[in-house]
């Protein structure tokens, strides 16, 4: 039995360097596959999902995966558009939905919503992003993308710059790099720091340096993650005008990194990089979303399927 059947993916915390890799070598393997043997892959099962937060990608890409491998979709996308606007319980619509389909995906603005909906669904749950926690199916893309265009993960000089107190992306991808030996380099305004109440414990496995300033690291970088300024979940809108616009990646930047450096952001980007980045060779952030679709059907193929595919 492959060791994803069935089972919850809440926390990158729970996926060691074996299993990353082998979501990984689904992935290759559903690229490489024919578009008929795909749709064996998830024939007659159906994606559930829960966005309470807005999403482009993260919905789009799981429903565009489950059609990929033959599978159907329904959910609700706009919580305001369904009966949670009457007053209807987390529980209650976890409860309903996971009857109605194979596997769960949700998004929640709390932190520990996904564990939550985990324990009342008799699907599996994926969690696509809970509060400021974690984002683990976005952490299995950017470690992807990374193997994809550095052929490597071990061995890189990695920055990530931007919103690291509010970002879920940012904690769910320190989780995945605490398996690999990376040099790594948190860079954001002094209040965004990360939080380290959600780092204490990996701690021994990882260590970075925090700094305020890109440019001591912007030459050297192999991969700089950007993030988008958290806006929504700061409680105080002052806190957020002084830290808005605070960097900003721009092609002056880009020409001191180096010429095989790559920059990935997870997106929406607001002003965080600017458009005249995306045409340098080093911008692999749309391919990064890409990217998302494969590690997305990947990672359904393997929940969906006791013997893998
Ligand atoms: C991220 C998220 O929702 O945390 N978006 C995504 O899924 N790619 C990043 C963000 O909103 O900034």
Request: charged share 30%; with cysteine.
């Amino acid at each position: 039995m492959n060791e994803f059947y069935k089972k919850n993916i809440i926390s990158v915390r729970n996926l060691d360097k074996q299993k990353l890799e082998l979501i990984f070598d689904a992935t290759d393997k559903i690229i490489d596959m024919s578009q008929d043997k795909r749709r064996e892959i998830a024939r007659g099962k159906t994606l559930g999902y829960l966005f309470f937060e807005p999403s482009t990608r993260t919905r789009l890409s799981f429903e565009s995966a489950i059609a990929l491998l033959g599978g159907t979709s329904l959910g609700i996308a706009d919580a305001t558009s369904s009966s949670i606007h009457k007053g209807e319980t987390l529980g209650d619509t976890v409860k309903v939905i996971s009857s109605y389909c194979d596997v769960l995906v949700l998004r929640h603005s709390l932190d520990g919503s996904s564990r939550f909906a985990a324990e009342i669904s008799n699907k599996p749950v994926i969690n696509a992003g809970s509060g400021t926690e974690e984002h683990p199916t976005q952490t299995i893309q950017d470690l992807y993308t990374i193997k994809k265009e550095k052929k490597k993960i071990d061995g890189l000089k990695i920055g990530i710059a931007g919103d690291l107190k509010y970002g879920r992306t940012v904690y769910s991808l320190l989780y995945g790099l605490r398996n690999y030996d990376v040099d790594l380099h948190l860079i954001s305004p002094e209040s965004l720091r990360i939080r380290s109440d959600s780092t204490y414990d990996i701690k021994k496995e990882l260590s970075y340096t925090e700094s305020s300033n890109i440019d001591e690291y912007i030459e050297d970088l192999d991969v700089l993650y950007v993030t988008r300024i958290q806006k929504e979940r700061f409680p105080d809108e002052e806190e957020y005008a002084k830290v808005k616009g605070s960097y900003v990646i721009g092609s002056d930047m880009v020409k001191k990194m180096k010429d095989d450096a790559i920059i990935l952001h997870p997106l929406p980007r607001i002003d965080e990089i600017s458009a005249d980045v995306d045409n340098t060779k080093q911008a692999k952030y749309f391919e990064q979303a890409e990217y998302g679709k494969y590690t997305r059907a990947a990672l359904l193929g393997l929940i969906l399927n006791e013997n893998g595919f």
